[in-house]
Structures are given as structure tokens and as C-alpha cells.
């Protein structure tokens, strides 16, 4: 059975930072490259950043370049974000994503609020 199961959210005041983690098991993490997306209220899912299934590439929106780091470790099948610097437009629920050839799955979501 595939999970993908993130967790690290919160509340965190702007400026502040979090770090994401999503545990993966039931497919061979190995072969998959890795994403997170990010959904606020009213809008469409974006591709936050994404890393290759070796971690030699990744890729991040422009948004958040500079702030967020991708990362991930093999041998535990783990996927992180760290988030630095938050800003209140980093809000939303944050989604873990698989993909390889025609495979794609995705986590339940963590909740990410920025505010006072």
C-alpha cells in the first residue's frame, strides 16, 4: 500500500521557519523524483520545488527561491522542505507528490500558516 505522509506544519510567525518531512513507503522511493506542492484557500495547486530521484537536480518556483531547500534521503525514504524566512503568502496546505514514468501519488497534506 503506497503513503505518503507529511508532517512538520504549524503556525510560524513571518520570518520564521519550518521544516517539512514526508515519509514514503510502498514503492521504490528511490526511482521517484520528488515534489512539493502547496494549495492556499481559492487557489490551484502550485509546484512549490521538486528533486530528482538521485538528488543531484532540483528546481524550486520563484517564489520561494533562496528560502526553501528540498532535500531528501534515500535510505530512510524521506523527502524535507526546509522553509526559511516565511512570508504570509507561504500559506496553504503543503502536498508531498511521487512521480515516475505514469505513477504519481500524493499525500494527505500539512497545514502551513504564516501570521501574527
Known amino acids: 500500500q503506497v503513503q505518503l505522509v507529511e508532517s512538520g506544519g504549524g503556525l510560524v510567525h513571518p520570518g520564521g521557519s519550518l521544516r517539512l518531512s514526508c515519509a514514503a513507503s510502498?514503492?521504490?522511493?528511490?526511482?521517484?523524483?520528488m515534489n512539493w506542492y502547496r494549495q492556499a484557500p481559492g487557489n490551484e495547486r502550485e509546484l512549490v520545488a521538486g528533486i530528482r530521484a538521485d538528488g543531484q537536480y532540483t528546481n524550486y518556483a520563484d517564489s520561494v527561491k533562496g528560502r526553501f531547500t528540498i532535500s531528501r534521503d534515500n535510505a530512510e525514504n524521506k523527502l524535507y522542505l526546509q522553509m526559511d524566512n516565511l512570508k504570509p503568502e507561504d500559506t496553504g496546505l503543503y502536498f508531498c507528490n511521487a512521480k515516475w514514468w505514469i505513477s504519481e501519488y500524493w499525500g494527505q497534506g500539512t497545514q502551513v500558516t504564516v501570521g501574527d
Open positions: 510502498g514503492f521504490t522511493f528511490e526511482n521517484f523524483f
